[in-house]
Antibody, heavy 124, light 107 residues
Framework: QVQLVESGGGLVKPGGSLRLSCAASGFIFSDYYMTWIRQAPGKGLEWVSYISSGSFYPKYADSVQGRFTISRDNAENTLHLQMNDLRAEDTAVYYC?????????????????WGPGTLVTVSS | DIQMTQSPSSLSASVGDRVTITCRAS??????LNWYQQKPGKAPKFLIYAASSLQSGAPSRFSGGGSGTEFTLTISSLQPEDFATYYCQQSYGVPLTFGGGTRVEIK
């Protein structure tokens, strides 16, 4: 079945770096856009970044632009998020999700499924 | 950026009740509106896409409607497993944005 599993979270000091990974299985990874979404403790969902199937069109939220870099390895079915210059406000559970875009139906652009998430804590 | 506003932010309801959650966009987004359900400690689950198309496998008591700037998620007869937080999300423009969530609690 379709499965996504994040890894790489942990405790890091402000200004530090962390690299998250998301292992995908059960579908043709190279056919899909992929996305990172985060959720601060007790808060709502915030889209972070997405990347096209061929890595051509990475997009970022303003809050992480210039500090985070999304990438993918289609040979290894893996999505990455390199996070630099981390701040306390980056503390969150980070989810990866497959982004489904269907040209045959207006409005068909959604996230399914989501991985279980990995917790990133930025604290001194 | 397109702002998504959900109302109410929380509600209490009983099993069997009909529940409607509203999501408003700060500008017209056609039908680029999705709904997700999240239970405590779990990842969100996709429910509805393109404003009104139900994910295959989702219960038919869930339905979505609207277009432009105003959208609804309706649960026709609330079941115990439906107590959760619901989020709308627009995919019309970048940055992709979510509503603040609506927590559905047991009365």
């Amino acid at each position: 079945q379709v499965q996504l599993v994040e890894s790489g979270g942990g405790l890091v000091k402000p200004g530090g770096s962390l690299r998250l990974s998301c292992a995908a299985s059960g579908f043709i990874f190279s056919d899909y856009y992929m996305t990172w979404i985060r959720q601060a403790p007790g808060k709502g969902l915030e889209w972070v970044s997405y990347i096209s199937s061929g890595s051509f069109y990475p997009k970022y939220a303003d809050s992480v632009q210039g500090r985070f870099t999304i990438s993918r390895d289609n040979a290894e079915n893996t999505l990455h998020l390199q996070m630099n210059d981390l701040r306390a406000e980056d503390t969150a559970v980070y989810y990866c999700a497959r982004q489904i875009i269907t040209a045959t139906k207006v409005g068909a652009n959604y996230f399914d499924p989501w991985g279980p998430g990995t917790l990133v804590t930025v604290s001194s | 950026d397109i702002q998504m506003t959900q109302s109410p932010s929380s509600l209490s309801a009983s099993v069997g009740d009909r529940v409607t959650i509203t999501c408003r966009a700060s500008q017209a987004i056609s039908s680029y509106l999705n709904w997700y359900q999240q239970k405590p400690g779990k990842a969100p689950k996709f429910l509805i896409y393109a404003a009104s198309s139900l994910q295959s496998g989702a219960p038919s008591r869930f339905s979505g409607g609207g277009s432009g700037t105003e959208f609804t998620l309706t649960i026709s007869s609330l079941q115990p497993e439906d107590f959760a937080t619901y989020y709308c999300q627009q995919s019309y423009g970048v940055p992709l944005t979510f509503g603040g969530g609506t927590r559905v609690e047991i009365k």
